[in-house]
């Protein structure tokens, strides 16, 4: 550990400015400007040029960037889709779990969408939060309380807090939806502006 940490400070660039000073420092003594003090003034030189020195920065963890993410989540979607055929529902709530789940393969999907997901973490996480953990919990929690509501019936139905729970959801899907519409309408508006301010200059001239 210590042999590691001594290499790690020869390397470092404390160290190299300080021996580039100390350097200096040697000449001056050769040159006999030091006098019968070069020693101090060798090593104050190097003590200065290591504390000038810009410090060591580590590098920061390489995470992977949303483009990846994406990559991952759609493999992450299909097990869920196969998970969910598994699960017998009712009319309505299979009716907007189908309407969920073709608002999330179209946000998923490789093509322009992704391209503007690369730019949005926000919207990889939502994406992420929706398919790794909010759409699966719901379904599992209802499929265990429908169970128990079969074994002491009365109780509130289950499907109705499924139904809620999908349309929640898929308003969140929606919502990013409309997030990267605005995007694209901001970029339509921005190329808009910018043919305006250009004043059709370069562009065709009417015939004289």
Known sequence: MATSRAGAYLESRKNIAGS??????LALTF???AGPYWPVVVVG??????LIAPP???APPDFPD???QLDELRGDFEKLRGYLTDV?????????????TELLTALLDKGWVAELLAHDPEGVHVLSRIVRRDLPEA???FARTRWWTRMSPGTESPELHLERQLGLLKKDAENLAAGLREVEARRQETHTRY???RGGTGGDQPLT
């Open 45 to 50: 030189l190097y003590g200065a040029g290591a």
């Open 88 to 100: 017998e529902l009712s009319v309505t709530a299979a009716a907007r779990l189908r309407e969920l």
């Open 66 to 68: 949303p483009s990846a």
């Open 195 to 197: 043919l305006e301010d």
């Open 139 to 141: 379904v599992d929690s």
């Open 20 to 25: 580039a000073c100390g350097l200096v420092g």
């Open 56 to 58: 060591e920065r580590p």
């Open 31 to 33: 040159t006999g400007v």
